[in-house]
């Protein structure tokens, strides 16, 4: 499904930036802005400086003088929205409204697969439209819509900054599409096999033997606790080491007179 984010009469150009960074890193690239404050919005120093990398959102933005452009091949339009309006169209938290749309969609596809349908005529898109900072969506802008999306904030105070609210309407809708895996930042641990474990254990037991802290003679359980232990702390090859280096500093230190 195509995505578009639509601002709608932005005022200060560093927001523009701020939500082409936020799409940048869900993935998003579709841009439109209607009627902006500045009309070299998208080359302003701002505008630059807080986008932070996303550049390429910035050159492949259009500025368009009416909504009805920005709207041109969007089939699900999500209004933005913390104010209800009298009538109009269901305000929904986002990820409610996201799990019913795909999964009436997925019902949808599945039929007309079954009818042998040509999805391909049939594009699809989904338009995010968010309102200007200081006064929101026009209500006849709402209406058009078919859903108001309000993010849950605390009700003493909903007040977003436009940036953050892209942000959290483009990981929603990301999370809902299936998401990003998430990179671990180091190598998977490489665990201790049982040869190593033991042969850390008796070097640790001379060690506490040399301190005075086991008596070889009368060692009762704390070698079996202390191998408990350890195996609880599925110590890596690494870990061995370093517990060794300790029990070698005791041995030294014992050593001394």
């Given at each position: ?20 960074r ?22 302003r ?49 986002p990820r ?68 953050a609210a ?44 040399a301190?005075?802290f086991?008596?070889?003679a ?40």
């Amino acid at each position: 499904m195509k995505t578009r984010f639509i601002l709608i009469s932005t005022s200060h150009a560093g927001n523009v930036g701020a939500a082409a960074r936020a799409m940048k890193t869900m993935g998003f690239d579709d841009l439109v802005l209607v009627r902006p404050r500045w009309a070299n919005v998208l080359r302003r120093e701002e505008t630059i400086q807080r986008a932070s990398g996303a550049l390429d959102v910035l050159k492949n933005a259009r500025i368009v003088e009416t909504l009805d452009e920005a709207l041109d091949g969007m089939t699900h339009l999500c209004a933005t929205a913390m104010t209800p309006r009298d009538f109009g169209p269901p305000t929904l938290a986002p990820r409610v409204h996201f799990a019913n749309l795909l999964s009436k969609k997925e019902l949808t596809a599945q039929a007309e697969r079954e009818a042998s349908t040509d999805l391909a005529s049939k594009p699809e898109g989904i338009a995010f439209l968010f309102g200007s900072e200081r006064f929101g969506m026009q209500n006849e802008d709402v209406y058009r819509c078919n859903v108001a999306l309000s993010i849950p904030t605390d009700p003493n105070f909903g007040s977003l900054n436009l940036g953050a609210a892209v942000q959290l309407i483009a990981y929603d809708w990301r999370e809902a599409l299936g998401g990003f895996a998430v990179e671990p930042a180091t190598g998977e641990r490489k665990l201790a096999d049982a040869a190593e474990v033991a042969g850390m254990l008796g070097h640790w037991e001379e060690a506490l033997a040399a301190i005075g802290f086991l008596d070889p003679a009368s060692p009762k359980k704390l070698m079996p606790r202390l191998n408990q232990l350890f195996n609880r702390a599925q110590l890596s090859t690494e870990e061995i080491h370093i517990l060794r280096g300790v029990a070698k500093a005791m041995l030294s230190k014992a050593a001394k007179p």
